[in-house]
């Protein structure tokens, strides 16, 4: 039961492994196999055919008749399931086109049944232009919709996935647009603060308004359309709305028919996807997973993971013992042309599940920097105090951070310690990486601050002591980088050349902590040392430099006004 992504999987896995086997397809959709996670492309004009997302690479469509002639599979779309007999062995289901009840038993059966939207309870989501789903049918009205109305201004309700996917795409096609998010930040499930707040900063430099820890209270309209939403930080006028505030599992199927379901509202299933029920596999958006990292179960709707799961679930079906042994929460997202991934747990998923975490954050460029094309990457590694085990990373930048994403996914998998990491054989030419990758730089970076020789400040921190008065800034950056962009606290900066240093330190303040900046905070951590050099211990870096400050900076032809930094004497 379901034809997108856990089932179809399942099904032609099956198929290879015993040609003789009777295969039925159940789906109460009229569309089948597709592509999901590409309508945002296909709503920004990049993908050209709504088709694409439902065809094979050489353009023929997953259909009925592709599955009936290429793999003698039968799939019955139109087909809602409506009761599971474990008893009888056997799953009642309405043509929806003839209104039929049909009863199809079984062997073996799969519940793919995937996930629904949620649509939370706020008034005014009925509008018709009001959006919530995120099917080919969905994606096809939005798009008609932007097509033919023209659109000026769009709210979207929800910063996951899907809302940067689509905040993105409506800027693609010209509209003004506003993410609402109930939490302080972006990708909030994905990203701790301090990188979240990076994402908002890309979104605002590409056009995107972004109002974080806002409620939204109704969605007003004038006759049957929908003109503003209005929220507990003021109203947004709207000539679309777009709200995509996560999904829930699509279990009542499972649940009616006895099945075990976990306390994150999935169907419960073991390491072979059996569900408690015999000789029922379930997968997909459906199911919780457990996380290899905190071994707890979780809740990780992805077509990649579904695939996974239904390939498993087709080996035990054919007598091949296969395991799915978990998760890790591995994303990757484009947000303009900047790059957001994660893998493992975030800091603050580290510390709920009882480890004693610790952070560590750099900035680098993702090939040589003489190499043309060079971008940075602000890489959050979170270990294991002690043990100096990965447990999990972030990613944010402009920079080729999916290929170093994959990587630190295996490290976490495997339970590699941030030595092992940093020793690690990694490929390197001037087009593909620095002589010592990003991810060494962040693996030897961590392994400094575990050993105590390094203290880092996380930009949220950094904000924090200075504005308090407890820290001041050292900018040890040319006078030429200073005038360009520099950090918003002149009056709490020394700026200081690192060739110039040495002759200048001893006139650094004492009685405050000195918090270490620079680009990408490398000539930073030289500083630091040289300051411990004559006994001055309150120094600190700001991880991530002045490219990872993830806040408001003063550059030159700011409309902030016409301060600039200046050469301060300490």
């Known amino acids: ?13 099956l198929r290879r492994l015993d040609p003789s086997a009777e295969i039925t397809v159940l789906e109460m959709g009229s569309h089948i196999s597709y592509g999901a996670c590409g309508i945002p492309y296909y709503v920004a004009g990049l993908v050209g055919r709504l088709e694409d997302l439902f065809s094979t690479p050489v353009g023929v469509p997953r259909d009925e008749t592709f599955f009936k002639k290429n793999k003698a599979i039968e799939f019955l779309t139109m087909h809602r399931a409506e009761r599971v007999d474990p008893r009888a062995k056997a799953v009642e289901a309405r043509d929806l086109r003839t209104g039929e009840l049909k009863v199809f038993p079984y062997d073996k059966l799969v519940i793919a049944t995937g996930s629904t939207p949620f649509v939370p309870p706020i008034p005014g989501l009925d509008l018709e232009n009001v959006f919530t789903r995120w099917d080919i049918e969905g994606a096809k009205r939005l798009k008609d919709f932007i097509d033919s109305e023209r659109p000026r201004r769009a709210v979207m309700v929800g910063a996951g996935l899907i809302g940067m996917e689509m905040a993105e795409a409506l800027r693609i096609r010209g509209l003004e647009v506003t993410v609402v998010e109930a939490l302080s930040w972006p990708l909030p499930k994905l990203l701790d603060e301090e990188m979240g ?5 890309k979104l605002e430099a590409s056009g995107v308004r972004f109002v974080g820890g806002a409620r939204v209270l109704e969605v007003e309209g004038e006759g049957a359309r929908a003109r503003r939403v209005r929220t507990d930080a003021g109203a947004l006028e709207a000539d679309l709305v777009l709200v995509a505030v996560g999904v829930r599992p699509n279990v009542e199927l499972a649940r009616q028919a006895g099945a075990e379901i976990g306390s994150l509202g999935g169907i419960r299933v073991d390491e072979h996807m059996r569900t408690s029920i015999p000789d029922v596999y379930a997968g997909g958006d459906c199911v919780e997973s457990r996380h290899l990292v905190s071994g707890r179960y979780v809740y990780q709707p992805m077509g990649s993971t579904a695939n996974r799961h239904g390939r498993t679930i087709a080996d035990n079906i054919a007598g091949i013992p296969s395991r799915f042994k978990g998760v890790l929460g591995t994303a990757v997202v484009k947000v303009f042309e900047t790059t957001v991934a994660r893998t493992g747990l975030s800091e603050r998923e580290a510390e709920e599940a009882g480890f004693k975490a610790i952070s560590s954050t750099i900035t680098a460029l993702d090939k040589a920097h003489y190499y043309p094309g060079a971008k940075p990457i602000t890489i959050k ?8 085990r990965i447990l999990g990373a972030q990613i944010v930048g402009e920079g080729v951070a999916d290929k170093r994403i994959d990587v630190l996914a295996s490290a976490v998998w495997s339970g590699m310690t941030v030595d092992e990491l940093a020793d690690l054989d990694l490929a390197y030419s001037p087009p593909y990486s620095s002589a010592l990758d990003p991810l060494t730089h962040a693996a030897n970076t961590a392994r400094n601050k575990l050993a105590g020789l390094l203290k880092g400040r996380k930009p949220t921190e950094a904000r924090e002591l200075v504005e308090e008065g407890r820290a001041i800034i050292l900018d040890v950056r ?4 200073v005038e360009e962009v520099s950090l918003p606290y002149e009056e709490c900066t020394c700026y200081v050349p ?11 303040p004492r009685d405050r902590e000195i918090i270490a900046t620079c680009k990408i905070s490398s000539r930073a951590w030289d500083a630091v040392c040289t300051l411990k050099g004559i006994g001055i211990e309150e120094a ?19 409309k902030e006004g016409d301060e600039r930094p200046k050469q301060a004497s300490p």
């Open 1 to 13: 039961m379901g034809g997108v992504a856990c089932g179809p999987k399942a099904a032609a896995r």
């Open 381 to 388: 590694l979170v270990l294991e105090r002690g043990s100096g």
């Open 197 to 201: 707040l990076l994402v908002q900063k």
């Open 498 to 508: 690192l060739g110039k240093l040495r002759e200048m330190m001893e006139s650094l």
């Open 478 to 481: 040319t006078p030429k980088e």
């Open 540 to 558: 600190s870096i700001l991880e991530g430099g002045v490219v990872g400050w993830p806040f408001r900076c003063e550059c030159k032809g700011s």
